[in-house]
């Protein structure tokens, strides 16, 4: 056993639950056209996490696959609707919805696909046109 951090997070209806651990690669808010259409919300609160952090602890089977592009597998559950998580598999981590793990503590980071966003926030944190360089992006900031 090790010490590090764990939090818990479920579905909209809990037939879904898993667990992350350790601390994200990443977190922030999303503003591009298909985090908007698929969570029907103006921003996607994201955390970003190495594929072993994140464990399926109940509902395994009842998770749903969408994928648009080959970027993004987006997982829900077949019974709620809820979102869970959404796979990146060129980046080679997992995004999974603030939102969902109501325990972590949240820090924002950075703001992405700022270019597409339909409602600014002026946080002071960076504004990327795209994404990150590490990212696969420009890496061009944009004001806020
Ligand atoms: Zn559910
Ligand atoms: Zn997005």
């Not at 970003?48 to 509902?59: C, D, F, Y």
């Not at 919805?97 to 503590?105: F, G, N, R, S, V």
């Not at 504004?127 to 590490?134: A, C, G």
Request: glycine share 12%; net charge positive.
């Amino acid at each position: 056993m090790n010490n590090e951090k764990k939090y818990a997070g479920s579905c909209f209806c809990g037939t879904v639950r898993f667990t992350v651990s350790g601390d994200p690669a990443g977190m922030g808010y999303c503003h591009c056209e298909s985090c908007r259409q698929w969570s029907a919300a103006p921003v996607n609160a994201f955390t970003l996490w190495k594929p072993e952090a994140v464990q399926i602890q109940r509902g395994a089977d009842n998770i749903g696959t969408y994928s648009k592009t080959p970027r993004s597998n987006r997982k829900w559950c077949r019974t709620c609707g809820g979102h869970v998580y959404t796979e990146h598999p060129g980046m080679g981590l997992i995004d999974v919805y603030a939102a969902t793990i109501p325990d972590l503590p949240y820090r924002a980071g950075i703001h992405v696909h700022y270019q597409e966003t339909t409602l600014k926030i002026a946080d002071g944190l960076p504004k990327m046109r795209d994404l990150p360089q590490e990212m696969g992006g420009s890496g061009i900031a944009v004001t806020e």
